[in-house]
């Protein structure tokens, strides 16, 4: 059964950081065949594909809301991605998810539709 985790989030002020971790247990081949993305959902609003990382060469992308902002890793060996948010804002207010993905193309790559394993979600709020 594959699993994906998210931990990591909770509240912090506007200006501050914090690191989302991703863990991935269950996949039907290697962690590093899979592509990791994360992506977040806020109150009223369509889910949005922030950051994603080909695991197997560490090729990442970023959508231009989080970008020179967030920075996503990945430890292949713990089968684990990472999100190290910073200059958090009040409207990076939301619940994150992390997806794997064995598919996506570059051009795909943010997309949700691209990612068959889910996490359930961690929320992160950003007070002001």
């Known amino acids: 059964q594959v699993q994906a985790v998210e931990t990591g989030g909770g509240l912090v002020e506007a200006g501050g950081s914090l690191r989302l971790s991703c863990t991935a247990s269950g996949l039907s081949s290697a962690f590093d065949d899979y592509a990791i993305g994360w992506f977040r959902q806020a109150p009223g609003k369509e889910r949005e594909g922030i950051a994603a990382i080909y695991t197997g060469n560490g090729a990442s992308y970023y959508a231009d809301s989080v970008k020179g902002r967030f920075t996503i890793t990945s430890d292949n060996d713990k089968h684990t991605a990472y999100l190290e948010m910073t200059s958090l804002k009040e409207e990076d207010t939301a619940v994150y998810y992390c997806?794997?993905?064995?598919?996506?193309?570059?051009?795909?790559?943010?997309?949700?539709?691209?990612?068959?394993?889910w996490g359930p979600g961690t929320q992160v709020t950003v007070s002001s």
């Open positions: 997806a794997a993905g064995a598919s996506p193309s570059q051009s795909t790559v943010l997309s949700s539709s691209k990612y068959e394993y």
